[in-house]
Every structure is written in structure tokens, then in C-alpha cells.
């Protein structure tokens, strides 16, 4: 018992350590019996062969306005700033975003809500690598995608896209945007109601075309495509199944990664994991904040690393038949 509890001991002072933690951090978190549950699954668990890894975060909604229930609004610049400088000490090939990267304040302006979207995207862009951006539906609270995208970049071919793809290896990222009414016009300036969000048919159309490469697939979108009992249907996006019926004809499809619901879910249906990851916004520093690191392995299991509030999960890729 006493060296299991050494081996726990040395375990977390390494931890401390390559995190730069500050003492009183880390012993704040040791006897609050939070840091065994935040430990990165790098550190926590086995040590597998890196294949490809990279930072998420979501639903960062900063804004220069009071807390609205257990949201902080003004802090989200810092808890990114946090988990940028954490980034950048790890050895990624990209970080992404997954929406609702700025708010607005009630009632909005267009001028004063820009001012917040360039705010935080110059800390989201102090990454020191290639940064991606997913659309959420408070992104267009006060102003249009076309505003959003003016604002804001993505690498190579995704530049001033909404949906877009780009290849890491051998892999495929899709990055869906499911920011519609039911007639398929396109959300802007709060022209919406953000329980009803679908994906077009000419992008359904597309996402089926960016399936057919031989190549394992990972999506990421805002809104969630794995509508279940347990989960409330207002975070859906409304044509899901149809969304997921494409999505599961190739059996190509690793995993789907979500945000909106900030309480986080994860699900497994046909051989696709969603996992939803939980909301930056939710708390107060210096006990709250969410973003992880992930890991796909050669074999194409899944390492998620989470942060703070963020547990680490473990997801075993299936092929059919297994």
C-alpha cells in the first residue's frame, strides 16, 4: 500500500512539474481530490506510441459582460489563455475549436460584439501552429457568418469557409456547420431559433462525397448528431439521423466531436464514438476550466486527455464484426 501510494505521489509531483504548476496550485488541487481525475491519460494512464495528437476546446462564449448563472464570461479569455499556453508546450499537429467562441452582451451590438470576436481570436491565434475554427450558433448572435469569417482564420483551403475538410496523415477531418433554419437559410445577426439547427442538403450532399477516400474520418461540429432519450433534443441538430445515416454507410468514421451542450455526453452507436466535449465557460478560475488533448494511435484508438473539469476517456476503435 505505501509504495502504491510513492508510485501516486511521484505520479502527480511529474505532473506539477512538466505543467509548470504554481506549489500552492498544486497542493490547493491535491487536497481539494480533484487532480487525480484531471490528470492527462499521458501521464495517468499507459504510455502508448503517439501517432497524432490535437488541443480542443469549446464553447468559450467571451464576452465583457457579468456572470449569467454559472456562466463567467469575462474569465473564458484567461482559461483559453491557459489552455494556449499549455498548447504550446505540447507536441501537436493542430487545435480546434468547436463553436461559440464569443458572446454578446443583452442587449447586442454588431461594433461591440466584433470587438469581443477579435478579442479572443487574437488569444485562440497565439498558438504557435495550425488552428481551426468550428461555427457556433452564438457566433452569429449581432452579426453574420460572413462577419464571423472576416474576423477570424483557418489554414490553407479552410479559409472563409463555414464546413470545410483538411487531411493529417492518413486521416480526414470534417468539420460540419449546422447553423441553418429548417428552409436552409443560413442563421445571421440572431435571425434564429438555436433549437432548431440543420445541416442542408447540399452539404449532407457533400459531407457523403468527402466520405468516399480510403481514408479514417473524424468530425467535429457544433450542435449534436447523436440524438438519444438521455440527452435533450433541444441541443440536437434536428436532421440527425440523416446526418448519421450517411456517417455510418462507410464504416469509416472514428469518432464525431461536439460541443453546445456544455455539461458534456458521450455516446456509442454503430461503431462511431460522440463525444461531447464540456464548455469552457462554465465556473470560475482557478478550480474551473475545460480543454483536452487527444491522441489517435496507430491502431486508431483514442486517448482523450482532459483538463480540469474534463475527464480523460479512453475509446477502443471497433471494426465490424468484433
Not at 445577426?189 to 433549437?195: H, K, L, R, Y
Not at 477516400?213 to 468530425?219: L, Q, R, T
Request: aromatic share 14%.
Amino acid at each position: 500500500m505505501r509504495e502504491k501510494r510513492n508510485e501516486i505521489s511521484h505520479r502527480l509531483c511529474k505532473f506539477a512539474f512538466l505543467n509548470n504548476m504554481d506549489r500552492r496550485d498544486f497542493l490547493k488541487k491535491l487536497s481539494g481530490g480533484i487532480l487525480l481525475a484531471t490528470l492527462p491519460c499521458h501521464y495517468s494512464c499507459k504510455i502508448p506510441t503517439r501517432s497524432l495528437r490535437f488541443g480542443i476546446v469549446t464553447d468559450v462564449h467571451y464576452a465583457d459582460r457579468e456572470p449569467w448563472g454559472t456562466r463567467f464570461y469575462k474569465g473564458s479569455i484567461a482559461k483559453l489563455q491557459h489552455a494556449i499556453d499549455l498548447f504550446n508546450k505540447e507536441d501537436l499537429d493542430f487545435i480546434i475549436e468547436l463553436g461559440d467562441l464569443k458572446d454578446q452582451n443583452i442587449p447586442g451590438n454588431k461594433e461591440e460584439t466584433i470587438g469581443f470576436l477579435k478579442k479572443i481570436e487574437s488569444v485562440f491565434k497565439s498558438y504557435k501552429g495550425p488552428s481551426y475554427h468550428v461555427l457556433g450558433n452564438h457566433d452569429m448572435d449581432c452579426i453574420s457568418k460572413e462577419d464571423f469569417l472576416q474576423y477570424t482564420s483557418n489554414p490553407g483551403n479552410a479559409g472563409k469557409k463555414t464546413y470545410y475538410s483538411f487531411d493529417v496523415q492518413n486521416i480526414r477531418f470534417i468539420v460540419l456547420d449546422a447553423n441553418f433554419n429548417e428552409d436552409g437559410t443560413p442563421y445571421d445577426s440572431g435571425n434564429f431559433d438555436w433549437t432548431q439547427a440543420y445541416l442542408p442538403k447540399e452539404q449532407l450532399e457533400w459531407l457523403s462525397l468527402e466520405l468516399k477516400d480510403d481514408k479514417y474520418v473524424v468530425v467535429f461540429i457544433h450542435q449534436l448528431l447523436d440524438s438519444f432519450s438521455d440527452i435533450y433534443e433541444s441541443v440536437c441538430v434536428k436532421n440527425a439521423n440523416e446526418a448519421r445515416a450517411i456517417l455510418e454507410k462507410r464504416n469509416n468514421v472514428l469518432a464525431v466531436f461536439q460541443g453546445h451542450h456544455h455539461e458534456g455526453h458521450y455516446s456509442f452507436r454503430k461503431n462511431i464514438h460522440y463525444c461531447t466535449i464540456k464548455g469552457m465557460i462554465e465556473g470560475e478560475l482557478p478550480d474551473n476550466n475545460s480543454f483536452a488533448i487527444v491522441e489517435i494511435h496507430p491502431n486508431y484508438d483514442i486517448s482523450i486527455s482532459g483538463f480540469y473539469n474534463y475527464a480523460c476517456k479512453e475509446m477502443k476503435h471497433f471494426q465490424f464484426g468484433e
